[in-house]
């Protein structure tokens, strides 16, 4: 645009040099701020079973085009997912119902860490955790790595089935997904626990409080919560 408004028989660098200074086209821009993150501190790992769990949404479509959700539970000391809930909607109440049939055979937990979703924040489910005596953990708004656990597994979920086939009907995706979480828990190594599966990890915090040995100054009722775990797990599962 500058060399436009020139008589190019005229011009040389000397004009073109002071007209671009009277048009302030030298003037320095001025570098944007970059804002000093702080370094996040590490998840804490917790110390026993039923400690913290993490809860976390997932959506996808049936092959007609239907949306679904499904409502991911997972333990954070063992990575065990606790539950696959699959629906079309999964509001509040269904997410209170689902965590009382968990709590039935597993226990409850003394955390739960969830993100700022409609679910989360409503009063039904405030108002259930207040009566139970469970803490709900509120991420940040836009801090996804702060509920770590369940984000990696959402992945694990995507890429290993719920991303990889067309489905027909929910019932369908449940009954997949129940069958996928069996092998999750069972028979997948997780490079997050050294490469147990998640009930290995169960079963050696079960044999660390029967040792009191080893048990050293962990109170012998948070470890107690393994040992009835391991019974449930099986009469849940029939193996």
Not at 188 to 204: D, E, S, V
């Amino acid at each position: 645009m500058l060399f436009r408004a020139l008589d190019t028989t005229l011009t040389n660098h000397k004009r073109v040099y002071r007209i671009y200074r009277e048009l302030e086209l030298n003037m320095r821009i001025k570098p944007r701020k970059r804002l000093q993150h702080e370094k996040p501190e590490p998840l804490a790992v917790p110390e026993a079973p039923n400690e913290v769990w993490s809860m976390d949404f997932m959506a996808d479509q049936l092959a007609d085009g239907r949306s679904f959700r499904t409502l991911n539970v997972l333990d954070d000391f063992n990575r065990e997912g606790l539950a696959i809930e699959v629906d079309f909607s999964l509001p509040s109440e269904r997410v209170v119902r689902a965590l009382n049939q968990i709590v039935t055979w597993r226990g409850k937990p003394l955390a739960i860490r969830v993100d700022n979703g409609p679910e989360y924040v409503s009063g039904r489910l405030q108002t259930w955790a207040e009566k139970a005596g469970i803490e709900l953990l509120y991420i940040q708004p836009g801090k996804s790595q702060q509920n770590a656990y369940v984000e990696r597994y959402n992945r694990t979920v995507r890429t290993e089935w719920l991303g990889r086939y067309h489905f027909e009907s929910i019932e369908e995706v449940q009954d997949h997904a129940t069958r996928w979480l069996w092998t999750y828990n069972h028979e997948r190594p997780n490079m997050g626990i050294r490469g147990m599966t998640p009930i290995q990890k169960l079963k050696a915090a079960y044999i660390l409080f029967l040792d009191p040995i080893k048990n050293g100054g962990i109170t012998r009722g948070s470890w107690a919560l393994a040992a009835s775990c391991v019974g449930k797990r099986r009469s849940r599962f029939g193996r």
